[in-house]
Every structure is written in structure tokens, then in C-alpha cells.
């Protein structure tokens, strides 16, 4: 029983690392990257308003990945970096809704987000960050947790606290079951070396019984001699 107890509170403290090493994954993403890290081709990013409601919400958490322009297709949503008006060095979230080239040849993009009446300034192949491909719902949960007053204290510091105490604690026991396997082995040492002194002493005490039944028998039959 102690064993399973044992089994079961090392994967609840396995979930619970996982779970916050997985949180601090998205807020490194999503703050200190700048967007410049991908993993295997794939980004990840936090829609940041509701231009894309209902597909997306504020606070979802969008898997995109690196695509080529020419695979780009009507009606993907984009992930791309703003330029011009208030879009400048913002990174946006919108469907494709017509493609163009220009006289080079290469894409031009026209974004609007499905929410909006009016369509987005012209995006250029070299401003698009990837094409949307997934939205993580555990991803989206934890970070709008996240965003709340308590969320930081809830899903990092608790459970932080939790894993440093539960150790302490782990450690503690142990080194008491072995204080105690200690004592109880000095207890057996010290029971084996009385056991030759109790040996003695009864040896002894049956001499001294034997003695005086013989005593007693030998005073018995004088009487009667006489």
C-alpha cells in the first residue's frame, strides 16, 4: 500500500512539473522571443483582440507554421508582422480574402479579420510569419489563467511550493525511518548480547533450585533417621 502511495505521488509531482514547465514554455514564447523562435517550423502565438471572433478569441493560443507564400491559399488565417498605420510593429491574425502579385511577381496578401468591415493594409510575402494551423486549447487556458490577478500565484507558485515541500518532507521521513531502522537494529544488538548474561543467570538461579531441593531431601531423611 505504502508503495502505491509512493507510485502515485511521484506522477501527480511528474503532472505537476509538466504542467508548469509547460506554462513558463508559452510565457518565454509569447514575451522574450520577440517571435523569433520556432520549433520544428512551428510558432506560437496569443490572439490579442477579438477581430477574429468567433474563430478566435482573446487570449487563444495559435500553433502557425512557416509556410511559403505560393501555398498560401484563400481563406487560411495568417500570422504576419504589421508595417503601415496602426498595424506598425504588431503582430496580427487575419484571413486571407484575395491574392494578388505585384510587378515582381511575388504575393501580395489581402487580411481582413473575420470580424471587421474594412480590409487590412496590403501584407507582402516577406512580412508573413506563417499560416495558422492549429488552436491549443490547454495552451489558451493556461494563458488566460495566466492573465488573471490570481493566475501567476495559482499555476506557478503553488505548485512550485508544492513539489520544494513535498520533497523537504519525503526527505524527512526517510531520514527518520532510517533513525528508527538504526535504533531497532542497536535494539537487536544490545537484546543478542544479554541474551548469554540471561543464559547465565538462569543456568545459575536452576543450580541454586537444584541445590536446595537436594538440601531440603537430605534434611527430610535425617528426621526421619532419627
Do not use: W
Not at 502557425?64 to 484563400?74: A, G, L, Q, S
Not at 531497532?184 to 548469554?196: G, I, M, R, S, V
Amino acid at each position: 500500500m505504502k508503495k502505491i502511495g509512493k507510485v502515485i505521488k511521484t506522477i501527480f509531482n511528474v503532472l505537476i512539473t509538466m504542467f508548469v514547465l509547460l506554462f513558463l514554455l508559452v510565457v518565454c514564447l509569447q514575451r522574450f522571443s520577440n517571435n523569433q523562435i520556432t520549433f520544428l517550423g512551428y510558432r506560437m502565438f496569443s490572439v490579442a483582440s477579438s477581430s477574429m471572433a468567433p474563430d478566435y478569441q482573446v487570449g487563444d493560443v495559435l500553433i502557425v507554421k512557416i509556410t511559403e507564400p505560393e501555398d498560401i491559399k484563400v481563406g487560411d488565417s495568417v500570422t504576419y508582422y504589421g508595417k503601415v498605420g496602426s498595424f506598425r510593429d504588431k503582430v496580427i491574425t487575419h484571413q486571407v480574402i484575395k491574392i494578388d502579385k505585384d510587378v515582381d511577381g511575388k504575393r501580395v496578401f489581402h487580411t481582413k479579420g473575420i470580424s471587421n468591415l474594412v480590409e487590412d493594409p496590403l501584407v507582402y510575402e516577406d512580412q508573413i510569419y506563417g499560416v495558422v494551423k492549429h488552436k491549443s486549447e490547454i495552451l489558451s487556458l493556461i494563458y488566460k489563467v495566466v492573465q488573471t490577478k490570481y493566475g501567476m500565484f495559482i499555476l506557478v507558485i503553488v505548485p512550485v511550493f508544492y513539489i520544494i515541500g513535498s520533497e523537504i518532507l519525503a526527505f524527512m521521513l526517510e531520514q527518520e525511518e532510517k533513525r528508527r531502522g538504526i535504533n531497532h537494529d542497536e535494539e537487536k544488538e544490545e537484546e543478542k548480547k544479554e541474551e548469554p548474561k540471561k543464559e547465565k543467570e538462569e543456568v545459575k538461579e536452576e543450580k541454586k533450585t537444584t541445590k536446595k531441593k537436594s538440601t531440603k531431601k537430605k534434611t527430610t531423611k535425617k528426621k526421619k533417621e532419627d
